[in-house]
């Protein structure tokens, strides 16, 4: 089953790079080389830190509790990503009606999302600890 995920996850990935060299420069936002290189070296601590991640072992637990638990946290899911995927063109409508142009509506995204998962990650591990 992990191999299933592994060739979805490659699969997907050389989609996503394949659309993103697909763009003309027309359709790209204007970066400076600083933010790129963050956002690169970013990625790839990021990606080693995940490579390097073994998950514990395990426990054992009952099927019906297991499988209940995961259908509620399935469908509470949807309804949370179906939320977070709808307010994008409102927002998106919202700055273009306020005046602003594409390539700063992409930079106001682009900081949105980059601030979440830079303050996410570390809220959520301060979070499990607690």
């Known amino acids: 089953m ?4 592994w060739l979805l996850f490659g699969g997907l990935a050389a989609v996503v790079a394949a659309l993103e060299m697909s763009k003309t420069n027309r359709d790209r936002a204007a970066t400076s ?6 956002k690169n070296n970013y990625l790839l601590v990021y990606s080693l830190m995940m490579g390097a991640y073994t998950p514990p072992p ?3 637990f009952s099927r ?3 499988s209940s638990f995961s259908l509620t946290l399935s469908i509470s899911d949807l309804f949370r990503s179906s939320g977070d995927w709808l307010q994008g063109p409102y927002v998106y409508y919202l700055y273009s009606q306020y005046g ?11 900081a949105g999302f980059g601030s979440s998962m830079l303050f996410g990650t570390i809220v959520g591990s301060l979070a499990d600890k607690q």
Not at 33 to 38: E, L, Q, V
Not at 100 to 110: E, M, P, Q, V
């Open 2 to 5: 992990e191999a299933f995920y």
């Open 33 to 38: 080389s600083a933010f790129n290189s963050f």
């Open 58 to 60: 395990p426990r054992p």
């Open 64 to 66: 019906s509790l297991i």
């Open 100 to 110: 602003y142009g594409k390539g700063d509506i992409g930079r106001l995204f682009i």
